[in-house]
């Protein structure tokens, strides 16, 4: 089981340093000003999300979208630079913030690909492009449910001595 939960892991901290840059760098171009951005950043988002996927979400910027991103860049982008601490530092929170993570992410992905699939806007590629995050989504709700890995050291209910010496 160590292995796997290795695995698990690696994946999840190559997810979350996705999330890391995407989120503040394209994603936050829906909803705040452009010219806040480098005008390649501006490129960058519309070449990957226009012009290669055809989002129609980001182009059209329904209301139910934006608000989907406004969770993402208050909740679910802090949270992933939470997880990956939490799993580099080997944090005995980081289950319980990584199912946090997992759960909310799922919620999001699954609303924009149930209204993808049923606008008929959306391209094949486009909807393909949603299901490997959503599998993200369902690894991090896993190993939120999984028991911590072995390397994790709880301390709750220990307090350090402070140069106390034992009775004899």
């Known amino acids: 089981m160590g292995a796997l939960l290795k695995l698990v892991d690696a994946t999840l901290i190559v997810f979350f340093i996705v999330i890391a840059v995407a989120a503040p760098l394209l994603d ?3 909803i705040l000003p452009r010219r806040l951005f480098p005008d390649w950043l501006v490129e ?3 070449w990957l999300y226009v012009r290669i996927l055809g989002h129609n979400l980001v182009t059209e910027k329904p209301h139910f979208f934006v608000g ?3 969770l993402q860049l208050l909740l679910q982008w802090p ?3 939470a997880n990956l601490y939490g799993i580099l530092a080997a944090k005995s929170w980081f289950n319980t913030t990584c199912l946090i993570y997992g759960v909310s992410f799922f919620g999001s992905i699954i609303t924009e690909l149930s209204e993808l699939v049923q606008s008929g806007k959306a ?3 486009l909807v393909y492009f949603y299901f490997p995050f959503l599998g993200l ?3 991090a709700i896993l ?14 209910g220990k307090r350090p001595t402070l140069g106390r010496k034992k009775k004899a």
């Open 28 to 30: 936050s171009q829906i």
């Open 44 to 46: 960058l988002q519309s």
């Open 68 to 70: 989907l991103v406004w």
């Open 79 to 81: 949270l992933a630079l």
């Open 123 to 125: 391209s094949d590629m």
């Open 137 to 139: 989504a369902v690894l």
């Open 143 to 156: 190993r939120g449910l999984l028991p911590p890995s072995c390397k994790t050291t709880s301390t709750i």
